[in-house]
């Protein structure tokens, strides 16, 4: 039975009810008054009465400002993304199958028209996520991608983050944030064709505004906050499984740190090492981080790597980080994630920003029966069928007798009309 050894006190339960209304009641608005809706909550909102469709000069601009260097890594991180999405892409295609002779049936794997990605501001400037989402939708062949991002000050988006949605292959992209930034996508504000597919992070208000709109409008996922889990052995390094813990803590309060072990002095060394550790980070990252770690942090002891392994099947982490030996038996044995980073070299980081996976992943356990966002979310698969006078009689009698037994008579007479005109009326086969 696993023990813990620093558990979660956890925080106050968040005000759901109030954040549902408030959302509720704005999306309402910007149903009906639309762009006047939008500006006017930008400007009450975020203090933002600039353009909201940002024009090419200001794109322009931002290049011209971005260090170089920031600029090739962005160069490197955007490769790594578009590559691995497209290799997602190519390993998915049309199916054609003749199921018995005259019965064809089929999927086709057609992408959305438009997708809305939602990049959040807020304490960091998100660049790495204009790139996941993005270049992921382009990727999946999505004809048309609007981005949204919210202002930052007097200058509008951040310039880092603004070239980093235009590299992405950005069509139109908006200075709105929150609720009325995902609503301008789902319902086409500002000249831009209504969204298909909303994606991206963002904060409660975000997350329950892709919640109530979705049904005419798909959604990535319902992501909360980011957590961790690190499963570490013996071999591991007590300083670098501390580090590793406080680097993701860093995302603040409400962001889970978990690790499991089945070496108690590493365990206890960790907990050791860990003030000093969140003492190496700069403000206001350490107070961030340190709030985590207290209130979500957790260290558990368990009997061997079965129990490890047990242990994360059951936390669904969004990021699972195994510092541990036999990484081939970890990578077939864990089952549930949203990403997956095997051995000490692979920092979580790695995936967040530049690896090539994407880090929009499932959250509070949803990595249970969901896996992150991919050029899959922005595929419909759909299906067809066709039949010919081969099949029909066998078809038609097998339907008709599943419909009478149900007691759907229509369907069962649409099937028998097939059978009687086979019969009055054969048709040649096409082949």
Request: charged residues 20%; contains cysteine.
């Amino acid at each position: 039975m696993p023990r813990l050894l620093k558990s979660a006190p956890g925080l106050p339960p968040e005000a759901t009810a109030e954040i549902a209304d408030t959302v509720q009641i704005m999306l309402a608005r910007l149903r009906t008054d639309r762009e006047e809706a939008a500006t006017d909550y930008a400007a009450r909102l975020d203090r933002w009465e600039g353009p909201v469709v940002v024009p090419r000069a200001v794109i322009e601009a931002a290049k011209a400002s971005v260090d170089p260097t920031l600029m090739d890594a962005l160069h490197y991180a955007h490769d790594n993304i578009r590559a691995f999405a497209r290799a997602q892409r190519a390993s998915i295609h049309d199916v054609e199958i003749e199921l018995r002779p005259g019965l064809t049936a089929g999927q086709r794997l057609i992408p959305v028209t438009c997708a809305g990605a939602y990049v959040p501001g807020g304490r960091y400037a998100h660049i790495a996520s204009a790139l996941m989402t993005i270049a992921t939708a382009r990727a999946a062949g999505v004809q048309h991608v609007t981005a949204v991002a919210p202002p930052r000050g007097a200058e509008g988006i951040a310039p880092e983050v603004l070239v980093a949605m235009n590299l992405a292959g950005a069509d139109t992209i908006l200075c709105l944030g929150g609720v009325q930034g995902v609503a301008a996508m789902a319902l086409g504000l500002f000249g831009t064709p209504e969204a298909d597919v909303l994606c991206g992070p963002g904060n409660a208000y975000v997350a329950e505004a892709k919640r109530q709109l979705f049904g005419p409008v798909g959604i990535d996922m319902v992501a909360g906050p980011t957590d961790v889990l690190i499963l570490a052995d013996s071999s591991a390094d007590p300083a670098m499984v501390a580090l590793d813990l406080a680097g993701q803590a860093e995302h603040g309060v409400t962001s889970p740190c978990w690790l499991a072990t089945d070496h108690e002095p590493l365990a206890r060394a960790v907990l050791a090492l860990m003030p000093g550790t969140l003492d190496r980070l700069p403000e206001p990252n350490r107070s961030a981080a340190r709030a985590a770690w207290d209130a979500m942090g957790e260290v558990i002891l368990c009997a061997d790597r079965d129990e490890m392994a047990e242990v994360a099947d059951t936390y669904a982490p969004e990021h699972l980080h195994v510092q541990a030996r036999d990484l081939g038996w970890w990578r077939d044995r864990l089952r549930a994630y949203g990403s997956l980073f095997l051995g000490e070299e692979t920092t979580v980081a790695f995936g967040d920003k530049a690896a090539g996976p994407n880090h929009v992943l499932p959250t509070g356990r949803a990595a249970r029966h969901t896996g992150g966002l991919s050029v899959h979310k922005f595929l419909k698969c759909v299906t067809w069928q066709q039949v010919d006078d081969r099949a029909l009689g066998d078809l038609a009698q097998a339907t008709a007798t599943i419909s009478r037994a149900e007691g759907m008579v229509g369907h069962a007479l649409t099937a028998e009309a097939r059978i009687d005109t086979v019969t009055r009326h054969p048709r040649a086969v096409n082949h």
